[in-house]
């Protein structure tokens, strides 16, 4: 049983409101929520759940687990909890790690190369139990030091989708904690003892020092205005094409004016 209490209800309100704003669930969605281990992904799912149970439409939620095959990785807490809470779960065993030693180009990022073999594994798994859509975890926080990691450190004005086709074109992953802040997911994380267990990466905490320098970025400017990161997920909604230095937008425009004159 959930703690229901002031975290669960603002995540829950929170989790509707982008549900609807972004069309993210429909009638006979049968949906993968990605579970990892982590706070993140046990809030995504039961707050899921919660909305399923009183939702005005029908539709499926399969909890599914990927081991990458790290040693030390601890599936069976995973999902000898999600069986007693009563989901429906699927564990996939890969050889990812093995991949990744094997293929991953010196210098390259371990973590961006792992994720992609993840992602593989989840539309192949999504495939096989005839699901369309996959639900991440990401919250408000991700969405914006995204956003900040790539004009700092790339060049591009790019965060992530709530909503988004994905490349094979067969299945939508959406994040439906879009609107939950960090905090809020963390206080009720540990409310209800979620067993959270770790990925297992050899090189866990040493790739994310930049995400990190944004985390603080974050917290020394909430210290001045404390909705600087609601602020920020607005603007991510707010976007004006004509005031960014967009080429290829600037360029439609020319065209468009030399042909009406």
């Known amino acids: 049983m959930l703690v229901n209490n002031s975290p669960f209800r603002k995540i829950k309100k929170l989790t509707g409101k982008a549900v609807g704003n972004f069309g993210l669930i429909e009638h006979g969605d049968r949906i993968v929520v990605a579970v990892s281990g982590g706070k993140d992904s046990y809030t995504l799912l039961h707050i899921l759940e919660q909305l399923r149970l009183r939702a005005p439409i029908q539709y499926e939620l399969i909890a599914v687990n990927v081991d990458a095959g790290f040693p030390g990785y601890r599936k069976d807490v995973i999902e000898g909890y999600l069986q007693e809470c009563g989901f429906q779960v699927h564990m996939e065993a890969t050889n990812c790690a093995q991949i990744i030693e094997e293929k991953r180009h010196p210098g390259s990022s371990y973590c961006a190369f792992c994720a992609r073999l993840r992602r593989g594994v989840l539309y192949a798994v999504a495939d096989r139990l005839g699901c369309n859509k996959i639900a991440l975890g990401h919250h ?13 450190y ?3 004005l790019k965060a992530m989708s709530p909503k988004l086709l994905a490349d094979n074109n067969r299945h939508t992953v959406i994040r439906p904690l879009v609107y939950v802040e960090e905090s809020d997911i963390i206080k009720f994380a540990q409310q209800n003892e979620f067993p959270t267990i770790d990925c297992g990466c050899p090189v866990m905490g040493q790739e994310d020092q930049n995400r990190q320098r944004m985390k603080q970025l974050l917290t020394d400017l909430q210290k001045e205005n404390r909705y600087v990161k609601r602020s920020m997920i607005r603007a991510l909604s707010n976007v004006q094409p004509r005031h ?8 439609l425009i020319e065209r468009g004016r030399t042909l009406g004159a």
């Open 140 to 152: 408000l926080d991700d969405f914006i030091e995204t956003l900040l990691l790539n004009q700092f």
């Open 154 to 156: 790339t060049g591009t």
């Open 244 to 251: 960014l230095l967009d080429l290829e937008m600037l360029g």
